[in-house]
């Protein structure tokens, strides 16, 4: 299938405008990152985790707008499976935070583990969930008005 079929000119535009918002706003985490690193004078997590923590803002920022506009998903494609692997992520990153609480294992000599992206990825599947909600929510209401 090629790029022109599974989007059309709206859906390009509204990704590209979400694209915009990610990138401000990763500058934005990589900025407080850096400024957080010389506040405290060591780094606040640990290799490559820091990094991702930045990184996670931006997409799940990306993803939730994409699905809100209508961009995300190509004009033939429903989401259904996208909707259940949404479902058991956010199932899954509360079992990750139910044991990360349960054994301290967030934070090891005051810097942030791996534990903190399960749940930062958790996180993102839960923003995608509520702006499918939102979307459909709209989408009725639209319905309902014509």
Do not use: H
Request: a positive charge; glycine letters at 8%; charged letters at 25%.
């Amino acid at each position: 299938m090629k790029e022109a079929d599974r989007f059309d000119e709206r859906q390009a535009i509204a990704r590209a405008k979400a694209g915009n918002m990610a990138f401000l706003i990763l500058l934005m985490t990589l900025f407080a990152s850096c400024g957080l690193r010389v506040r405290l004078g060591r780094e606040r997590a640990t290799p490559g985790v820091g990094a991702l923590i930045a990184i996670c803002p931006a997409a799940g920022a990306y993803i939730a707008r994409c699905i809100y506009t209508g961009a995300f998903f190509g004009l033939r494609e429903s989401g259904r499976t996208f909707l259940w692997l949404c479902v058991a992520w956010v199932v899954f990153g509360a079992a990750v935070v139910a044991r990360a609480f349960s054994r301290g294992g967030l934070a090891v000599d005051g810097m942030l583990t791996d534990d903190c992206l399960s749940i930062l990825v958790a996180l993102i599947y839960l923003a995608a969930l509520v702006a499918m909600a939102l979307k459909r929510r709209r989408d009725a209401r639209e319905e309902a008005e014509e």
